[in-house]
């Protein structure tokens, strides 16, 4: 009939717009989702607490402490870096390159014989001394000695060619004149961080070659009298007062370039110093129990 043909035109309509309708909204409601996510993403940093990540320059030396990192690992023995160069180039005269093709004569060896060949001992065996106790305690490098942590209450004996002493972090309490006799070459004495309290007048003086002493972070209560080849004085952090320190005990040091003798209990220093000067410390920088 009429009418039911009528019937079925719209409800063939009513499904047809009901499957486009489908068909639109699922591309339109993947793009509601995209645009959720990225404000759900920023919701959650804004609720993140950012204010102890501020780490800038300023506050950075706060955090990390390098002052004394170069003077704790300043091993001044160590030698350069070597560069390694180029190969050298090719001679432009043929005449000057080896001749590949001719071939030396082989030598004739002699005939074994039964009894071993008898060589004289290098000229150094005889004098050479036995293993010291302190390149057993230590660590001995050609003519550095590393002493470092070893838990000593004593200079040990050191090679009479000793050029560079690190004796830092342990247990010594005395520096005595006898402990470095002879050695002539020792440029650098570092005892850092140690419980030294007393050294002989005479510990360093007859030192040649010494240029730098190293004494920071002990208990000395007076200075003793330093050679004149010396550069540098580090005697920081230790108890020294002013009448611990000899009359114009820097006169004569014609050398002397860096003098570091803060965190002390002085209330002058003898006068005059040397034109050499470059570095003067006498800052007091925290209060210590003495």
């Not at 704790?72 to 093709?101: F, H, M, Q, S, W």
């Not at 070893?150 to 520096?175: D, S, V």
């Not at 003793?224 to 020294?240: F, G, K, T, Y």
Request: proline share 11%; charged share 25%.
């Amino acid at each position: 009939t009429p009418a039911g043909c009528k019937m079925r035109t719209l409800a063939l309509v009513g499904i047809t717009s009901l499957c486009l309708g489908a068909a639109w909204a699922i591309p339109a409601k993947e793009e509601r989702r995209k645009v959720e996510k990225p404000k759900a993403d920023l919701a959650l940093y804004e609720n993140l607490d950012l204010d102890n990540y501020d780490l800038t320059l300023d506050n950075y030396g706060e955090i990390l402490d390098l002052s004394n990192y170069e003077e704790l690992y300043d091993y001044g023995d160590l030698g350069p870096k070597i560069e390694v160069g180029t190969l050298a180039p090719r001679p432009k005269d043929p005449a000057a390159l080896p001749n590949l093709g001719a071939t030396d004569e082989i030598p004739k060896l002699p005939p074994p014989t039964t009894a071993s060949p008898v060589h004289p001992a290098p000229p150094w065996a005889a004098s050479a001394p036995p293993a010291l106790p302190s390149c057993r305690l230590c660590l001995c490098i050609g003519t550095s000695v590393y002493c470092d942590d070893a838990n000593l209450e004593h200079i040990p004996p050191l090679p009479p060619q000793t050029t560079y002493l690190y004796a830092r972090f342990n247990r010594i309490g005395t520096i005595r004149a006898s402990d470095f006799t002879g050695l002539k070459k020792l440029k650098r004495i570092d005892l850092t961080s140690n419980f030294i309290s007393w050294a002989d007048v005479d510990a360093f003086r007859l030192l040649p070659s010494l240029q730098e002493l190293i004494l920071p972070e002990n208990r000395l209560t007076a200075l003793p009298e330093l050679p004149r080849s010396i550069v540098r004085l580090d005697a920081r952090l230790n108890r020294i007062p002013s009448t611990g320190l000899q009359p114009e005990a820097f006169r004569e040091l014609k050398q002397l370039q860096f003098l570091h003798l803060s965190d002390n209990q002085l209330d002058y220093i003898p006068a005059p110093l040397p034109e050499s000067l470059r570095s003067l410390h006498l800052q007091v920088r925290q209060a210590r129990t003495q």
